[in-house]
């Protein structure tokens, strides 16, 4: 009976015999679902996907696919009068009911690549302190109907709660709301977005030259609000918080960024991590900027589109260190020093290749890390961020792990410089003093500076 309801009041809604109710929803009612607040969204995208899907089978291109979206949407009387708006080959509108919505060509390819199992591998186009929380939350928005996302992230979250003494909680498909990421970052020592990213700006392989923001993406648009989705006038063009960008098979494409998550925070961050497993967050200042202002201590991210692979060993070298007790600056430089200063699916590029073909570069902003600024995140950084999720189980400079920093521990370290001697992972964690991400004779310089008191303490030290 309920199903039979369902389906005659989608049947009344289709042919326009509720507009007072849609309206009403699209006014005014946030607590609604949203495709129940937003019919004519949902109504223009199964539409967009038709168009979509013929125009790639026919010419193999997305920007064929992109013509035709724009076109579709021009042409429906779903559409608000003057709210379609081009950023490059991306564009942004409003529907008669409400709804923010966005097509980006990139973003389009992206996904249906992956959700194909096309193609897994993306185109190569206040300071320190520990946090006063235990507890760590996972988002996985697309985990179970996307199989490029695998139990990763939920594994290592329940690693990092076991180190810290606290509890994991992973927010699989709709339970990735974005009240529960509002909530977890209020309540968690680290947070990890393991999902899709995008910008609102496409011209080719360029997502960042022109964007005004950074989204991850959601599957539910639950908890999204017309404050969220207002028009926001920006520095390239005006642009949403939060928009719906249609699906593809059985998955949405809530796109979120960090003001609408911040918007939704009704307390301070308790001095957390945030790990953003996905494309293009650090490309603008969209994502952590805000979140950063609710009191998140340290934000990493990506310049361009991450590899899967890449991603997952950039993720399990640098939480290695960061479960001991090291300081995010000792953990980046460990986790540069086993994969390199790009994304490691592309090893092989030099850096002005994996520049110029928008290979992803880790970034990191934090009480001590500014953002390098927009344009200027495609490069090597050097990161002094201070922060730690628990306290250090070693000390700095303790090579050889007896205890104490001693003139044995240098002897050590420059037997490893010349070959004579090879270290462990763990002791070359402890071996990089300056963290630098070489472990060299101006590691063991430093030890015997400290040992005389010439020095306070390592750099790498909180």
Known sequence: MKRLIAILLAVVLSI??????????????????YELRHP????????????????????????????????????????????????????FWRTVDGAACGYNPVFRARVRKTATGADMKPEATEKGGVATSADVAVFQPYIGLDSSFTSQYADEGGSIAEALGGA???YKTNDATVDNIAHALETCAVVIFDSHGDTDYASGDDCVSRAN????????????????????????????????????GRMQYYMVD??????HM????PRSLLWMAICLGMATDGMHKPLREKGVQTVYGYSQSVSFTGDYAYEESFFYALKQGATVTSAIAMMKRENGNWDPAYKSYTESMAVKRYVAFPIVV???????????????????????????DFLYGDVNGDGRVSVTDASLLLRYVVK???????????????????????????????????????????
């Open 40 to 91: 004519k969204a949902i109504e223009v995208w199964k539409t967009i996907e038709r168009a979509e899907t013929e125009a790639v089978a026919e010419k193999g291109s997305y920007s064929d696919a992109a013509e035709a979206a724009y076109a579709i949407v021009a042409a429906s009387n779903t559409t608000e009068a003057g709210s379609l708006e081009r950023h490059g080959e991306a564009f």
């Open 16 to 33: 326009g015999l509720l507009p007072s109710f849609a309206a009403a929803q699209g006014g005014g009612n946030d607590e609604a679902p």
């Open 258 to 263: 960090g003001t609408a998550i911040a918007n």
């Open 168 to 170: 994991c909680t992973v």
């Open 420 to 462: 004579k001697e090879t270290l462990t992972r763990d002791q070359l964690l402890r071996a990089d003093v300056n963290a630098n991400r070489a472990v060299d004779s101006m590691d063991a310089s430093a030890i015997l500076r400290r040992i005389v008191e010439l020095i306070p303490s390592f750099d790498a030290e909180p």
């Open 366 to 392: 934090s009480d001590e890390d500014a953002y390098p600024g927009q344009g200027n995140v495609d490069a090597v950084q050097t990161v002094t961020g201070k922060g730690q999720i628990k306290e250090a």
């Open 213 to 248: 923001t950074s989204y991850i993406c959601l599957q539910s648009g639950s908890g999204l609000t017309q404050e969220d989705q207002k028009t926001v006038a920006g520095r390239f063009g005006s642009y949403y918080h939060a928009y719906y960008g249609g699906s593809y």
């Open 266 to 269: 009704t307390g301070e961050a």
